[in-house]
């Protein structure tokens, strides 16, 4: 009974580990270090035994690195915190599922000491796992592994193969170390440091054309989100926004983050076309935040309107329902549409919140114009899906650009997640991300993901920057993740054919 328990405490403590690898912290070879610690979970360990160290270790990763959702619900959602516990540590058991399915899987079906467990069946039976996670019920990819490498080493296979890519080739670090500890043979480490190496290499690749520097302005307005909806706090944020503006009416591109203008888009109309006449004055492009509804399906989106200079020839004015815009596409669970939400909202507030039912917009849309320049926009939660952000990026989109407000996470981990997942869409896409929020993280990076400029959280300011624009396609670009899987399909497939050398058992049947 008391190895069982010190064997369940460190496979929690093992998946805490990884946690520090993620941002804010950003100790990235924790990961590694918290892989071999579930690898000696896993060694020898029988199907049973593997399935609930994998699951251990799941929670131990999920439960505090997922911690900071309880902001929005006890701050704002009027759940007290014991029942706030209950509800995430649900959430993170249904996450676990996924690691638990193959550890027992790789128990249940490659067993042995052969290299190839190690090296082939366990990274693909991971990434197939994480894979489902991200798909399942729309989906949570949160937490892959691979977005700890944004500043590590081994970015340099996210233009090829994706973040999981990095994800993939930090499980094959992580089993040649433990093969060379294993089998007491230094040759294993050899691939990691192939690895790097390569991965040092594809950095150095160009795959796109730069244009000329563009002046862009980002309002952080770090209005309160107790305020974010209330009416009579309308006026005081816009002019917020408003004055925030007039002090840079010289930049090319201004940007306001997700519903900077906390109103119903049609109610704004006067106001808008205002806006869009005050842009045009001073020669300057305009993307904000709004709500529209739409009278005939009765519906509202969650979206981005392109105003003041649109095309390069300023003769494209806002008016309602004007095309250049973006409707959110992927949906926030609770916080943007409840399922099943007759039986869930008059449970508690934090199933009622302010705008939780908005509908989707198209998969894929056009690119927001402003000021000639196309921008590639994913609104808040949405930029966390690589293929979602992917299909709307052109080889000649100009920028990506993110708005968000999360402001619902006060000062947890969670916004630095966030905008660690969203730099990881640069390096992918080699677009410079213009990432603009309410109350902050907001950024401007280069085309590698790295950070050009950043303002600090809970400030109201305006982050400045000249940014060059980037033309062309990464390899992530032009096939998306369909290569990662169909390698991680094809190292199941070879660690099933050596299989019989893993197990001698087998050929005497």
């Not at 004055?281 to 981005?304: E, M, P, S």
């Not at 690589?386 to 968000?404: I, M």
């Amino acid at each position: 009974m008391k190895s069982k328990l010190l064997t369940s405490l460190f496979a929690l403590a093992s998946g805490a580990i990884a946690v520090l690898a993620f941002s804010p912290f950003g100790y990235w070879p924790l990961v590694i270090l918290s892989l071999l610690g579930l690898y000696a979970l896993l060694e020898k360990a029988n199907p049973k035994q593997a399935a609930w160290r994998g699951f251990g270790y799941a929670m131990g990763l999920f439960l505090p690195g997922q911690w900071w959702i309880h902001v929005s619900m006890t701050e704002f959602g009027g759940i007290p915190l014991p029942a706030a516990f209950v509800l995430l540590a649900g959430l993170c058991a249904y996450l676990s599922l996924y690691p638990t399915l193959a550890c027992w899987a790789f128990a249940r079906f490659f067993g042995g000491r052969h290299w190839s467990r190690w090296l082939l069946a366990f990274p693909a039976l991971w990434l197939m796992a994480d894979w489902l996670r991200g798909w399942v019920m729309t989906g949570y990819p949160w937490l892959w592994f691979g977005y700890t490498q944004i500043d590590g080493p081994l970015k340099g296979f996210a233009p090829i193969l994706g973040v999981q890519g990095i994800t993939l080739a930090l499980l094959l670090t992580t089993s040649a170390l433990w093969l060379t500890w294993q089998s007491r043979k230094p040759a294993w480490l050899l691939l990691p440091v192939v690895l790097v190496g390569a991965a040092q290499g594809l950095m150095q690749l160009n795959w796109v054309t730069r244009g000329e520097p563009v002046k862009v302005a980002l309002v952080q307005g770090n209005i309160a989100q107790s305020l974010k909806w209330d009416p009579e706090a309308l006026i005081p944020t816009v002019r917020t926004y408003q004055d925030l503006s007039r002090e840079n009416q010289d930049a090319d591109i201004i940007i306001w983050p997700e519903s900077a203008i906390p109103a119903i888009e049609k109610e704004m109309g006067t106001y808008l076309e205002s806006l869009d006449k005050a842009m045009k004055v001073n020669d300057t492009g305009l993307l904000a935040g709004i709500i529209h509804y739409d009278l005939k399906q009765q519906r509202f989106y969650n979206t981005v309107l392109g105003m003041g200079v649109q095309d390069l020839d300023g003769k494209e004015s806002y008016h309602y329902e004007h095309k250049n815009r973006y409707y959110k596409y992927h949906l926030l669970p609770i916080g943007e549409f409840v399922p099943f939400e007759d039986l869930l909202r008059p449970i508690a507030p934090f199933f009622n919140l302010p705008m939780s039912s908005f509908s989707r917009g198209d998969e894929v849309q056009p690119n927001l114009i402003a000021k000639g320049l196309k921008f590639a926009a994913a609104i808040c939660y949405e930029i966390i899906f690589p293929d979602e952000v992917r299909r709307n990026v052109q080889p000649d989109t100009d920028f990506l650009l993110t708005v968000s407000n999360d402001a619902w996470f006060g000062t947890s981990i969670g916004p630095w997640q966030h905008m660690e997942i969203a730099r990881m869409r640069a390096l992918e896409l080699a677009r410079p991300l213009l990432r603009d929020t309410n109350t902050g993280i907001t950024i401007v990076t280069e085309i590698d993901g790295s950070i050009m400029g950043q303002i600090p959280q809970f400030e109201a300011g305006v982050l400045r920057a000249e940014v060059r624009p980037a033309h062309g396609s990464t390899p992530y670009l032009r096939f998306g993740s369909w290569p990662m899987y169909a390698l991680a399909a094809l190292l199941l497939g070879l660690a099933l054919v050596l299989r019989p050398r893993a197990h001698p058992w087998a050929r005497q049947r």
